[in-house]
């Protein structure tokens, strides 16, 4: 006996001849399996030919009892670049509103491209109520709220711009296709109402104040206007220049004639007695200029607006106190017309800037009606349809298969027939077990199947003939 020897370990067994064999076919094993299964559904074939057809007949009618959605759709050019200032104040202006637009302004500020804008101002509050009042889209899509009718036309409605070209597209989704049409075109219509709205450039501002500045103009020349005829026709200055210096060449021409006539009548009083007929007839017409005289040249008493009740023409003495109301209603009215044709031809070339700055609103292509829907897609559903169909039948037949080959004395079976078994008490038509809610739907359920019952034998002579 050897004392200073180790035991060593005894070497491990080589592997028994079957187990190398096994392991050498496990290849050919998975072969067999996949061949067994595809025999298994070979036989099975007529259960999954029913359920494909099962399956298209469900996705048939589901896709006929989906209702029909059209999409109209209307793409705009991109803004001008010359009105990009323009712009930024509208996105300025847009912030200080409360129409929705404040949470694109910041963004827009950086001025990512001139279309971000457009593209915020169509996905505004604003513009979706004002969408939603004009169609009376809560009626339209069954809602009561106003928010979920916001909600409902912001999922139909799809606004995208192209980062290359800029041209932005508008792509509204319903129901009707007219209706589709019509509210992707009313988007283009308000987008360019609310721009010039918000539009804040210096040219709509100079506008608006010229603007302001007519009206109030025009009231002025209108009233100035109106005492100046009143006082015109009051007093009968005309012309208050031409009148003066008429009425001093008629004095004159009075005056010179009244002084022949008097140097004649005295030759005459020195050849004939006083009542010779050419004394008398001479001094008749010295009478008459004498009136005519004192009727242009007027009395000292007379008022201003008084008036020779013999004249429709103020006297000569009149004119120069009528002269000062005169010239200065005269150049009122005269100030306040040159005011306003200066306001009016500034007021032209201010439209004309701010039709310049205001971003415009160009429609590359208009909404047309669009003649084929667009959802739902029938083929693409009857095709899903006859697929899953056919795939749950093959899950069905394979796992059916598998569950009758385990063992009826597997944990997993039996936990899972117990499962099995106390849903199905549950179930109406198990018989009560004591649960109120079971035993009500069990009554339920007795009725049903009595009732099924006795109408079954009414209808089997119709169908033995």
Known sequence: MQTGAKLQPEAA???????????????GRVRERAIARLRLLWSERRFLGRAVLASMAAGLLFAFLLPKQYQASTQLMPPDSQSSSGMAMLAAMSARTGSGLGAVAGDLLGMKSSGAL?????????????????????????????????????????????????????????????????????????????????????????????????????????????????????SGAIDIKEQGRAMVDAAATLQGQLIAAQSELSGLEQIYTGNNVRVRALRA??????????????????????????????????????????????????????????????????????????????????????????????????????????AGAMGWVLTRARWQEVAADDPGKVFATEVFQTMNAQMPWASPNGSRVQAMTHRVWVRVVRRSASAKPAEEPSDRL
């Open 285 to 390: 017409r010295i009478g008459e200029l004498k009136q005519q005289l004192a009727k242009i040249g007027g009395n000292e008493g007379d008022s201003m607006a008084g008036g020779s009740e013999k004249s429709i023409y103020p006297s000569i003495r009149k004119l120069p106190i009528l002269g000062v109301t005169y010239g200065d209603l005269y150049r009122r009215t005269k100030i306040q017309e040159a005011v306003f044709e200066t306001l009016t031809q500034q007021y032209e070339l201010a439209k004309v800037q701010e039709a310049k700055e205001t971003p415009s609103v160009k429609v590359l292509d208009a909404a047309s009606v669009p003649e084929r829907k667009s959802f739902p897609p029938r083929m693409l559903i009857l095709f899903l349809c006859a697929f899953f169909g056919l």
């Open 118 to 234: 457009f593209i915020g101002i169509l996905r505004s509050r604003t513009v979706e109520d004002r969408l939603i009042e004009r169609f009376n889209l809560k009626k339209v899509y069954s809602l009561r709220l106003e928010e979920d009718a916001r909600r409902k036309l912001l999922e139909n409605t799809a606004i995208a711009e192209d980062r290359k070209s800029g041209i932005i597209t508008i792509t509204v989704t319903d129901g009707d296709a007219r209706r589709s049409a019509a509210l992707a075109q009313a988007y283009v219509e308000e987008l360019d109402r609310l721009v010039a709205e918000l539009s804040t450039s210096a040219a709509r501002r100079e506008r608006v104040f010229l603007e302001e500045r007519l009206k109030a103009v025009k009231l002025d020349l209108d009233r100035a206007a109106q005492e100046f005829s009143q006082f015109a026709s009051r």
């Open 13 to 27: 067994p080589p592997p028994p001849v079957e187990a190398v064999e096994e392991s050498d076919s496990a290849p």
